[in-house]
């Protein structure tokens, strides 16, 4: 079996129009549509948005003296680890 990938916006709900493909009369496929979510609502990535979450502050009990430093360290850390 073969695939090909086409990208497309749906212009009418309900509706995807493909041409183009290398497909002769007769032939049987398979299709699988595989969409993108929907956004509804953005809420922003704004600085007021952030400290309102709860990741600022989230590692305030660990013993952290350097940020950069200790930022370099896990993601070392996740480079060199073994899956």
């Given at each position: 079996?073969?695939?090909?990938?086409?990208?497309?916006?749906?212009?009418?709900?309900?509706?995807?129009?493909?041409?183009?493909?290398?497909?002769?009369?007769?032939?049987?496929?398979?299709?699988?549509v595989?969409?993108?979510?929907?956004?509804?609502?953005?809420?922003?990535?704004?600085?007021?948005?952030?400290?309102?979450?709860?990741?600022?502050?989230?590692?305030?009990?660990?013993?952290?003296?350097?940020?950069?430093?200790?930022?370099?360290?896990?993601?070392?850390?996740?480079?060199?680890?073994?899956?």
């Open positions: 079996m073969q695939a090909f990938k086409i990208m497309e916006i749906v212009k009418k709900d309900g509706e995807l129009k493909m041409s183009g493909l290398p497909l002769r009369k007769g032939q049987r496929v398979e299709m699988i595989m969409t993108e979510p929907l956004i509804t609502e953005s809420i922003g990535a704004t600085a007021q948005n952030l400290l309102k979450s709860k990741i600022v502050g989230l590692w305030k009990d660990r013993p952290i003296e350097d940020s950069a430093m200790y930022a370099r360290i896990l993601r070392d850390e996740a480079q060199d680890r073994v899956n």
